[in-house]
């Protein structure tokens, strides 16, 4: 009876050192995950805060001034362009309308 006893419980030490083992194996697994996982998230995070300082640099009143002037004919409204001093009639201002759906369009 003593036989089967200790063959019973050496069973049962031998089934829970490998629940321990795939206990073990499987939490360092899931920590190298986690690991990886703040690892990506970190690269993410700098990579946003890298394109937030673009965006921040690229939209600069400045600079967009700057670019306005070089690259856009623009001038101050005059009042001739409004209003007919003549006849004291209001004139429509003419707008350029861009068709859509055009070989122009950006895809």
Known sequence: MVKYL???LAFIVVVLLAALYHIR???????K???D?????A???DRHRTLEAEWAS???PRRLQILARQYLALDYLRASQVLDLRD?????IPVLMVPRGGADEPR
């Open 25 to 31: 194996y499987s939490a360092e697994a899931e920590a």
């Open 6 to 8: 200790n063959i019973a």
């Open 58 to 60: 690229l939209n600069d």
């Open 88 to 92: 004291a009639r209001t004139l429509t």
């Open 37 to 41: 996982m703040q690892r990506i998230v």
């Open 43 to 45: 690269v993410e995070q």
């Open 33 to 35: 995950a986690l690991r």
